[in-house]
């Protein structure tokens, strides 16, 4: 079965411009964002309420593992057997001390960063756990010392169309 994502062109001007006020401040009071946009409070309670559902967004704290004490963030590249980047993928997915999983395409066909205790844990995640699921052919890992640039704060692309209308406005 296919997996459906959510599509953010279907979100109007003001589901837009609410996800961009929460990402500017997740704890932004409906009240002030209904006032900036000159809705009523219920309006942007029911859509954010529909956002959530939808999982058009989430709400959270997105804290630095390095500066909160985590003492060895890695990230992992991994090369699996045709036709088991999925499987590979879920199971990794399942590990606590897995915080992102990605799949693509090139040289590797997963991304994953992990948090661990120690060196040790890292070398026997690695060698114990990734590198027996099956499927896996090969992985290539970075310790990370310093993180420079983490953003999870992003905007919405702005639709063609609109893009067309605002240069003849």
């Given amino acids: 079965m296919a997996n459906k994502r959510a599509d953010y062109t279907n979100l109007d001007e003001v589901d837009r411009k609410i996800v961009d006020y929460l990402r500017e401040d997740g704890r932004m009071a409906y009240r002030e964002i209904a006032r900036r946009l000159d809705v009523s409070e219920g309006t942007v309670r029911k859509r954010v309420n ?35 980047q999925e499987d590979v993928g879920d199971k990794l997915a399942g590990f606590d001390n897995v915080r992102y999983v990605a799949l693509g395409v090139g040289a590797k066909d997963l991304m994953v960063e992990s948090l661990h205790r120690n060196l040790d844990d890292l070398h026997d995640f690695l060698a114990n756990t990734v590198g027996q699921l099956p499927g896996v052919r090969d992985l290539n890992t970075f310790q990370v010392v310093r993180i420079k640039k983490s953003v999870w704060d992003w905007s919405i692309p702005i639709r063609e169309e609109e893009l067309s209308q605002s240069a003849t406005d």
Avoid at 59 to 81: E, F
């Fill in 50 to 84: 529909k956002l959530l559902e939808t999982g058009f967004i989430k709400i959270l704290a997105v804290g630095d593992p390095l500066k909160l004490g985590v003492p060895v963030l890695a990230a992992t590249t991994i090369k699996v057997a045709p036709g088991k």
